[in-house]
C-alpha cells in the first residue's frame, strides 16, 4: 500500500517538461522516419473537386530538414515547373514563363499548384520539428493504428501558416497517420490522412495521403507514392535555383 502511494505521489508530480520531452522525441523522430537523411520519391497529385478532378505526376528530392526539391513532370503544361527550398528561402519556378518567384513569408499559406496543399505543406515539412512546442494529448486508434495524439504549437514569431497542429503519430511505425491543422482562432482549416503503410526504399511508408478542406465538402487532393529512396548520397549543391531550373523528368 505504501508503494502504491509513493508511485500515485510520482504520477501527480510528473513534472511537465518530461512529457514535453517525449512529445517532441516523438516529432522529431517521425520527421526522421519520414525523410531520412535524404529522400527521393515519384508520386501522382491527383487534385479531386465537385465538378472535374486534375492528375499532376512529380518528383521529390529532401537532404535533412533545410533542403528539399520538387519537379513536376506532368502534365505537359506543367511539366518543369518546380520548387525550391534552401534553409528559410523558397522558390517556384515556372518554365511557361521562364520565371523564378521568391514564395515570401505570406504565401506559404498558399494552394500549391491548385491543390488542397500549401507552400508550406510540401516544401516547409520539418517545420514542425523545429518551428512548434510539443505536448502529449493522450492515444487513438487511427486506421487499425495504435497512435500518439500530439498537439504542436506554434512558437512566438516562427514563420508559420498554422497556429496548431495536431498530429497522430503510429507507435509502431512512428509515421504521421493522421494531421490537423488550425489556424490562429483556433478553427480547423485542413485534415491530412495517410493509408496503405508498405515498404519502400527499406523502411515504412504510407503510399496514400488525402488532404481534405474543412470548409470545402466534395474537395480533397490525394498524393499516391509509387516509389521512394532513402539515406543516399546527395550533395547540397543540388538544391540550387539553377538545377530547379535544369531538371528534367
Known amino acids: 500500500m505504501r508503494l502504491l502511494t509513493a508511485l500515485l505521489v510520482i504520477l501527480l508530480n510528473f513534472p511537465a517538461w518530461v512529457a514535453a520531452e517525449t512529445a517532441t522525441s516523438i516529432i522529431t523522430k517521425s520527421d526522421q522516419q519520414m525523410r531520412g537523411d535524404s529522400s527521393y520519391s515519384e508520386a501522382t497529385m491527383r487534385i479531386v473537386r465537385p465538378d472535374w478532378t486534375r492528375t499532376m505526376s512529380m518528383k521529390s528530392w529532401t537532404k535533412g530538414q533545410?533542403?528539399?526539391?520538387?519537379?513536376?513532370?506532368?502534365?505537359?503544361?506543367?511539366?518543369?515547373?518546380?520548387?525550391?527550398?534552401?534553409?528559410?528561402?523558397?522558390?517556384?519556378?515556372?518554365?511557361?514563363?521562364?520565371?523564378?518567384?521568391?514564395?515570401?513569408?505570406?504565401?506559404?499559406?498558399q494552394s500549391w499548384m491548385g491543390s488542397d496543399f500549401t507552400n508550406d505543406d510540401l516544401i516547409n515539412q520539418s517545420s514542425?520539428?523545429?518551428?512548434?512546442?510539443?505536448?502529449?494529448?493522450?492515444?487513438?486508434?487511427?486506421?487499425?493504428?495504435?497512435?500518439?495524439?500530439?498537439?504542436?504549437?506554434?512558437?512566438?514569431?516562427?514563420?508559420?501558416?498554422?497556429?496548431?497542429?495536431?498530429?497522430?503519430?503510429?507507435?509502431?511505425?512512428?509515421?504521421?497517420?493522421?494531421?490537423?491543422?488550425?489556424?490562429?482562432?483556433?478553427?480547423?482549416?485542413?485534415?491530412?490522412?495517410?493509408?496503405?503503410?508498405?515498404?519502400?526504399g527499406g523502411r515504412q511508408v504510407a503510399a496514400r495521403m488525402e488532404m481534405l478542406p474543412a470548409d470545402k465538402p466534395g474537395n480533397k487532393t490525394e498524393i499516391l507514392t509509387h516509389q521512394a529512396q532513402f539515406n543516399f548520397p546527395i550533395k547540397e549543391q543540388f538544391f540550387s535555383q539553377s538545377q530547379m531550373k535544369a531538371l528534367r523528368d
Do not use: C
Not at 86 to 94: A, F, Q, S
Not at 173 to 185: A, I, S
Open 128 to 200: 514542425i520539428v523545429v518551428d512548434y512546442t510539443h505536448r502529449m494529448v493522450g492515444n487513438e486508434v487511427f486506421d487499425n493504428d495504435p497512435s500518439w495524439v500530439i498537439d504542436a504549437t506554434a512558437k512566438p514569431n516562427a514563420p508559420v501558416v498554422w497556429s496548431k497542429v495536431r498530429l497522430w503519430v503510429s507507435q509502431k511505425t512512428y509515421l504521421q497517420r493522421k494531421v490537423e491543422f488550425y489556424d490562429e482562432f483556433d478553427e480547423l482549416i485542413n485534415t491530412m490522412n495517410t493509408y496503405d503503410v508498405k515498404m519502400m
Open 66 to 109: 533545410d533542403l528539399s526539391l520538387v519537379l513536376i513532370t506532368a502534365p505537359a503544361k506543367d511539366k518543369g515547373s518546380a520548387s525550391l527550398k534552401r534553409y528559410r528561402e523558397m522558390w517556384n519556378w515556372l518554365p511557361s514563363i521562364e520565371r523564378v518567384v521568391k514564395i515570401a513569408p505570406s504565401m506559404l499559406g
